[in-house]
């Protein structure tokens, strides 16, 4: 299930700055492309992407409050759950299917993202590393669950229910005999990380992660 985005709707504009996933995603999409976001939130990055790429964007959001604030700026977003509402899309429907910060909340992570990829010609996925040095050194020295910029919830109230490393989505994807065609890793400062090229290392150092998932790599 997509968790409500933590926002204040009423205090949010249309201009509110992306987050660098949000902006490595923005890199990624091609102009006039078919788009589809998955737990878009304020819809920040769908306003971003249709006025700066003129892509034709759809949302799903399952915050009520997120969705009228979506329509209000003159987005396409309708409400509803990515572990069960993503059955009913055609295949290929969109170029892009996008799911950002959100796969670690839903309750079948493997299913929502087989889904991704048949509805979209591409998926993107965007994800919190837990395999960051840091919070094994706060696991290791403190024995609790960690709290960072991105996992920012007590382990009680998290939405957050299926964390996982970077290594863990790679060998997820190659359980399902799915093909990345690229990996972009964030350090943290928002900065693409020199250890992009190596996933061991970047499973150490990167604090998060964008994942460019081709359907027709499959």
């Not at 991704?116 to 960051?132: D, E, Q, T, W």
Request: proline share 4%; aromatic share 8%.
């Amino acid at each position: 299930m997509v968790q409500p985005h933590n926002l204040d709707y009423k205090l949010t504009d249309n201009n509110r700055k992306l987050r660098p996933d949000e902006l490595a995603i923005a890199n990624v999409v091609k102009t006039s492309s078919r788009v589809l976001d998955i737990g878009c939130g304020d819809g920040s990055l769908l306003f971003h992407l249709t006025r700066e790429k003129n892509v034709i964007g759809r949302g799903i959001e399952l915050s009520q409050d997120g969705v009228n604030y979506c329509v209000s700026k003159g987005l396409s977003v309708i409400q509803g759950n990515a572990d069960t509402d993503l059955n009913f899309y055609p295949e290929k429907s969109f170029d892009y299917v996008i799911l950002s910060q959100t796969l670690q909340a839903t309750h079948n992570p493997r299913n929502v993202l087989l889904n991704l990829i048949r509805i979209g010609k591409r998926a993107i996925v965007s994800l919190p590393n837990f395999g960051h040095f840091k919070i094994r050194l706060k696991l290791l020295t403190t024995g609790q669950m960690p709290k960072t910029n991105l996992l920012n919830e007590p382990w009680f109230s998290t939405p957050n229910i299926h964390l996982c490393t970077i290594l863990d989505f790679v060998n997820l994807c190659k359980d399902l005999g799915l093909k990345l065609e690229s990996v972009i890793v964030l350090n943290e400062n928002g900065k693409v990380s020199l250890f992009s090229k190596n996933l061991y290392l970047a499973n150490l150092f990167g604090q998060q992660v964008l994942f460019v998932i081709n359907n027709n790599f499959k």
